[in-house]
């Protein structure tokens, strides 16, 4: 059974820097493309950041230029950077874990509980 754990969160003031972890066990890591997403109130959860499992990545629009994800396979966890927030980003995360090395065309099979990340203005 794959778990995910992730940590980070919390409240930040716009212009701020957060980071989110995100602990796997259960699954071979290094074979898995992994992601985080993210669903705001009312909103459809959506793709935030994916890298593969050689470490290849993929960004919303809406993030590029201050988010990063990374992986550490040799702890089972990938992270997110996240700088320069905004009131938009405030949302809860989730991380994924995805069956594949890859993201692309595939969808995330296991998913964290959430961690919430609120942004004030």
């Known amino acids: 059974q794959v778990q995910l754990v992730e940590s980070g969160g919390g409240l930040v003031q716009a212009g701020g820097s957060l980071g989110l972890s995100c602990a796997a066990s259960?699954?071979?890591?290094?074979?898995?493309?992994m992601g985080w997403y993210r669903q705001a109130p009312g909103k459809q959860r959506e793709l935030v950041a994916a890298i593969t499992s050689s470490g290849s990545t993929n960004y919303a629009d809406s993030v590029k230029g201050r988010f990063t994800i990374s992986r550490d396979d040799a702890k089972n966890t990938v992270y997110l950077q996240m700088n320069s927030l905004k009131p938009e980003d405030t949302a809860v995360y989730y991380c994924a874990h995805y069956l594949s090395r890859t993201f692309v065309s595939a969808s995330p099979n296991y998913w964290g509980q959430g961690t919430q990340v609120t942004v004030s203005s």
């Open positions: 259960g699954t071979r890591f290094t074979i898995h493309a």
